[in-house]
Each structure stands twice: as structure tokens, then as C-alpha cells.
């Protein structure tokens, strides 16, 4: 989950510096690049926490046993 949030960070981080070199907008794009790619990156960090919580609770309210999940 963490290396998700990371490339999608640098994937927006790249595109944002290569608009600046295109468009001659030095800190402009690389600025919004970087705080769309958190956003998003932190969007989807949260939807899979909650994928992974709705997991545990479906197994829990069914009697599953607990199962290991490595970390």
C-alpha cells in the first residue's frame, strides 16, 4: 500500500516537471502535480483500508477464524 502511494506521488511529480519544462511554468505544475498525486494516493490508501476492515468484519460476524496477514 505504501509503494501505491509512492509511484502514484512520483508518477503525478514527473508529469507535473515535464509540463513545466514544456510549458516554461517552473514550479507551477510540479506544485499541483504533487498535491494531486497526494490526494489521490491517499484516496486510494483509505479505500483499501476499508476494503481490508470490511474483510475482517464480514470474517468475524461469520465465525471465520482469523486469518495471518503479513504485514
Keep these: 500500500m505504501g509503494l501505491q502511494l509512492a509511484i ?3 508518477a503525478f ?3 507535473g516537471y515535464k509540463l513545466d ?3 516554461d511554468r517552473s514550479p507551477l505544475f510540479v506544485t499541483l ?3 494531486v498525486g497526494m ?3 491517499f ?3 483509505l479505500k483499501e483500508l476499508k476494503e481490508i476492515q470490511r ?3 464480514r470474517d468475524k460476524e461469520r465465525g471465520d477464524e482469523k486469518r495471518v496477514k503479513w504485514m
Design 8 to 10: 502514484t506521488v512520483l
Design 13 to 15: 511529480l514527473i508529469g
Design 21 to 23: 519544462n514544456h510549458y
Design 33 to 35: 502535480g504533487a498535491f
Design 39 to 41: 490526494v489521490l494516493g
Design 43 to 45: 484516496y486510494f490508501l
Design 55 to 57: 474483510e475482517e468484519k
